[in-house]
């Protein structure tokens, strides 16, 4: 039997923002989402805005992340932010890997695997993307790519594993406005829990959240989020606009009541038909 994993989703703002934009942003998710119960909701602002924007959620359900942190907690690392700072922040959550960072600042699966356990060491959650590039999956090298990834990246934790959270962010869709259908996402992520399960154990690879990340919009995330092994999203450009990323986090929410109707409309189906 599956275990049940609260979904998460997270909003990726990348290298945007001012201060008093992302004020603005905050206090727009704030006053637009009801709850958190079924769902954890995560800001990631550029470091710039942390401050501002903790101030903003402090006393919510919402919660603080950055983009990128170093694995060393201080030294003579010019322009890096360590675990400490981000602490120092009110910070629970971190990205590390995202595909911008592993393409354009050359960060490796051996990097990528520092910082995780630097994070962890310093109780941020990491939130760690893999995924594949389009003339990867043109060329069938989807699962290769994945399990490199993966199995580097995450190297070495045993059940610290379970204080992890996957983003499975396949490159040609992030930023694109294409998005992979769910059976093609469902598929990797399926993918990604088989590869989990070789690294800590089925039983820990069940309770991992795992995150699709690719152009998801208010209008694909509900048929996204009712895939079984998709936990949630990780939001760029939609997360920029308070409306469109709370009301994929209503889609997340909403994944329990769908479930409950089809489950419903399959027993009508069963006692019509016998
Ligand atoms: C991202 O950068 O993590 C991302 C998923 O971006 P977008 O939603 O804009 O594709």
Redesign the pocket.
Known sequence: MSKYRKKIVAG?W?MNKSVSDAQVLAEGVKRELCNCQEVEVVLCPPFTCLKAVSEIIENTCIKLGAQNVHWEVNGAYTGEISVTMLRDMFCRFV?LG???RRSYFHETDSMVNRKVKAAIASNLTPIV?VGEQLQDRKSGMTETVVRRQVEGSLAGLGNDLLKVVV?Y?PVW????GETATPEQAQETHALIRQLLAGLSGKDVAESVRIQY????KPENAAELFLQPDIDGG??????LDAHSFTRIIEAAMEKKDVKVKLDEVGTEEKEQSS
């Open positions: 990726n990348k990205i995202h595909s911008e993307c983003a962010e869709a992030i930023g694109t990340g690719g152009s998801v990780l939001i760029g450009g939609a997360s």
